[in-house]
């Protein structure tokens, strides 16, 4: 006996829910989660010429995790990959900053800091694309930065961690 009766549902939901996505002309089998294929969702999809589509036959708008996490991958990624193959950079060359993950409050002041004209009324994710290019075109000097990262923890830290582990063993 598992605890289960055969009529009990567990809190997952339906369990012939699937994902309701056609993959490159396949429908997905997997067990569907709890996102959804949103309008946005569908607009990142359509932009990414990702090959997911909403099946017609679907009763339900949720997606298994796997094609969420596509999904967001994609999002992540933007046209840099696309950059990469044809230039030969790597990963190192260029950091990964997600700034669609920043409140559009915080893109406004990165926007009114540097000065980055735009036109108005843009949405967040227009925004956030507008700056993510801006913020690749900053020239920056490792040594320089690194060496004054490193001089100004040492300034504003006056040794402290030094005398506290040294005030402790006596």
Do not use: W
């Not at 036109?119 to 956030?128: E, I, V």
């Not at 000097?141 to 040492?154: D, H, M, Q, R, T």
């Amino acid at each position: 006996m598992n605890g289960f009766s055969a009529g009990e549902e567990d809190s997952r939901g339906p369990p012939e829910q699937v994902c309701c996505l056609v993959d490159d002309g396949f429908r997905c089998h997997r067990p569907a989660g709890n996102a959804s294929y949103s309008k946005r969702i569908q607009k990142t999809v359509t932009q990414r010429r990702l090959k997911l589509h909403l099946d017609l036959v679907a009763r339900h708008i949720y997606i298994c995790d796997y094609h969420k996490s596509v999904i967001q991958s994609a999002r992540s990624k933007r046209k840099r990959r696309d950059s990469e193959d044809d230039s030969n950079e790597t990963d190192t060359d260029i950091p990964d900053v997600d700034f669609f993950q920043l409140q559009v409050q915080t893109l406004r002041r990165y926007k009114k800091f540097y000065k980055v004209t735009t036109r108005p009324s843009l949405n967040k994710a227009q925004l956030a694309e507008t700056l993510l290019k801006h913020f690749k075109t900053i020239p920056v000097n490792e040594k320089e930065a690194l060496s004054y990262f490193i001089y100004a923890v040492k300034s504003n830290n006056g040794g402290k961690s030094d005398q506290k582990s040294g005030s402790e063993n006596t």
